[in-house]
């Protein structure tokens, strides 16, 4: 078994406030949040410490079981994957107190029963609502595209999931369950960007996610409260960790992967690991507190 320390990577998202009305028709945009923005939406997350753990497992092999990724690229062959990479993501410390959402400018919306902030939820101290993924490692696969549709909700006027991964190929699908109108506003940077405007029972909003793109907010111009995020992905080994913060990435191909972990505002972590056929690899994860955060 091989396995070496990466470090700490860290993503910057900006996300930015949009003047579109309940009213406005609705439309697409293709433009970009400029920086000026960005930096006035201050949804920038920082760089968090953190810390990356590797759990030894009895059934991996010597460096020299796992096979390389083909250098040419040859077509998938799903047979071929029995190797597993499965741990829990944790937060060290007392997590940041999550507090009630106000929804008082919706009178529809503070009708429904109180949420709580999403950005940062431990659970007995699993993190949930991170993106694990095979970053590196892949290359000599020629993936198939993703099918069919991955659903994004409106309900209680909160984006439900939060945090949503999908794989090239499938269709963003935004739905409206609640009995207001609400804004579906992304901030793609790879697939289109759209801006569209959707009142209560609406039909669904579908939108093809044709490449690759790193994790983009996605919110409500009519309530600022509203955020959830989307990650795409141009290969189908990705999960988000659980209420528990577990997680577990199953169907792995001999060879040597970097495995990275992204939280939205706490940042990522990487590590390298060596899978032998039908390995079983235990990796956790340990994020620590913004310095603000842990006041």
Not at 11 to 35: F, G, H, M, N
Request: with cysteine; proline share 5%; net charge positive.
């Amino acid at each position: 078994m091989k396995l070496h320390f990466v470090g700490i990577l860290s993503l910057i998202l900006s996300a930015t406030c949009s003047s579109e009305t309940a009213t406005a028709p609705a439309q697409e945009s293709k433009v970009a949040p400029t920086a000026a923005e960005a930096d006035a939406s201050n949804e920038t997350p920082g760089l968090a410490k953190t810390a990356m753990e590797l759990a030894p497992a009895s059934s991996l092999g010597s460096s020299s079981a796992g096979a390389s990724p083909l250098e040419d690229k040859e077509k998938w062959d799903a047979s071929k994957g029995d190797a597993t990479v499965s741990g829990r993501i944790t937060f060290k410390g007392k997590a940041p107190e999550r507090k009630t959402i106000d929804m008082g400018s919706d009178a529809k919306c503070s009708a429904h029963e109180k949420a709580l902030e999403e950005t940062i939820i431990v659970t007995d101290g699993g993190l949930q609502n991170v993106v694990i993924s095979i970053s590196k490692g892949l290359k000599g696969w020629k993936f198939p595209k993703g099918e069919g549709a991955v659903k994004l909700t409106q309900k209680g006027c909160v984006y439900r999931p939060h945090v949503l991964a999908v794989q090239a190929g499938q269709k963003l699908e935004v739905s409206n369950n609640d009995n207001t109108v609400h804004n579906v506003h992304t901030f793609s940077r790879r697939n289109q960007a759209f801006n569209m405007a959707q009142p209560a029972g609406a039909a669904p909003i579908k939108k093809a996610m044709k490449r690759k793109d790193k994790l983009f907010l996605v919110k409500c111009d009519m309530h600022d409260w509203m955020k959830a995020y989307v990650v795409v992905f141009d290969h189908p080994f990705f999960t988000v960790s659980d209420a528990t913060g577990a997680f577990s990435l199953t169907g792995l191909p001999p060879g040597t992967y970097t495995i990275s972990a992204q939280h939205e505002t706490l940042g990522t972590q990487s590590a390298e690991v060596t899978l032998a056929k039908g390995a079983s690899e235990t990796l956790n994860v340990v994020f620590e507190p913004k310095k603000a955060d842990s006041k």
